[in-house]
């Protein structure tokens, strides 16, 4: 049991650094086009990996959660040819060209471009070497990044008011959603006042996405109720967090619930519904860990939705 205790605790401060480090980081998404011609959707994820490795060698967290800025890769190959031996040896070459773009307004903030060559007993082994040899790090892989880093810095600072007013106007219109997406990337880099009110909207933004997904909430669980699905009721009543407005109403329509379940039910419900609570790692995470986890849930989620609206394939095919 020590042991246990143990591993949870050094599993705490391990995710505490992790969230620590991420927080640091630039938020630049990479996002690979869903096709590429030549490439199977193998290798498409290949050059994804790279350029993700890449990013977090320098401090840029890559991971696809902000829809305002972009990294993505075009991969072209401008020579094919078969060198015959006793095996035939297919070579080819090809330029890769990366680019950062802010999605709303399309701009380009910076370019790298790099000439690569591959080569193997087929066509397929060829490109998948061309692409392990895409550097991920060194001057000129540092230089563009830096200057997108720097650029995309210059933009928060500089639009820091616009940013919080649209955010402000989201939340009047209980799009909390689209507000945390769009505050949640702001890094902590851009510092003074403009970060300070940055994370209080997000604050606010956060607050009325836990009252409104609760409201959601307690209106399915008495629709459950309703239909005498009293474990899918008590479940969704669990899940409504101690911050939202609409909790103590949910405690006091789960403990009547309880209370008409059979014992047998309800002990059974419980351990499912607690474990989280009585020893799970998500229990002993500090609420502030777990706040920001959430948080980043909703900004990846509504970065989800906008690429399947289509709107960063548009970016991307746009070159």
């Known amino acids: 049991m020590e042991a246990i205790k143990k ?14 480090a991420q927080e640091d980081d630039l938020p630049i998404s990479v996002v690979a086009p869903t096709q590429m011609e030549g490439l199977t959707s193998g290798q498409i994820s290949k050059i994804e990996s790279r350029l993700q490795r890449m990013v977090s060698n320098y401090g840029i967290s890559g991971e696809g959660y902000s829809s305002k800025f972009i990294l993505y890769p075009k991969y072209e ?15 080819v070459d090809a330029e890769v060209n990366l680019f950062v773009k802010e999605v709303k307004t399309r701009k380009v903030y910076s370019v790298y471009t790099q000439e690569i060559t591959g080569d193997g007993y087929s066509k397929k082994e060829a490109i998948d070497q061309s692409i392990s040899k895409i550097k991920t790090r060194g001057d000129k892989v540092e230089n563009f990044l830096q200057q997108a880093k720097s650029k995309i810095l210059d933009h928060y600072r ?24 769009l505050l ?13 009110k940055i994370q209080n909207k997000l604050d606010e933004a956060y607050k ?10 307690l209106v399915r669980a008495k629709a459950e109720i309703s239909k005498n699905n009293k474990e899918s ?13 609409c909790h103590s109403p949910a405690q006091k329509l789960k ?4 209370t008409k379940t059979s014992n047998g039910v309800q002990a059974e419900g419980t351990i499912s519904r607690d474990r989280t609570k009585t020893g799970g790692l998500a229990a002993q995470e500090p609420p502030k860990i777990r706040k920001r986890k959430k948080i980043r849930a909703i900004a ?17 095919n746009e070159g």
Do not use: W
């Not at 591993?7 to 620590?20: S, Y």
């Not at 669990?238 to 407005?245: D, K, L, P, R, Y």
């Open 7 to 20: 591993a949870i605790q050094l599993f705490v401060i391990l995710n505490f650094f992790l969230l620590a």
């Open 77 to 91: 190959i401008y020579d094919h040819k078969v060198v015959e031996g006793l095996r035939n040896v297919h070579v």
């Open 158 to 181: 500089t639009n820091c008011d616009r940013i919080h007013g649209e955010a402000a106007t989201m939340i009047r219109q209980k799009r909390y959603n689209e507000a945390i997406a």
């Open 184 to 196: 949640y990337p702001v890094p902590k880099e851009v510092g003074g006042d403009c970060y300070k």
């Open 208 to 217: 009325g996405y836990l009252n409104k997904t609760c409201e959601k909430n």
């Open 233 to 245: 009721a008590l479940e969704i009543l669990g899940s409504i967090e101690a911050e939202s407005n």
């Open 255 to 258: 403990a009547q619930l309880q």
């Open 300 to 316: 990846k989620a509504e970065f989800t939705r906008t690429r399947h609206q289509g709107e960063m394939d548009k970016v991307i």
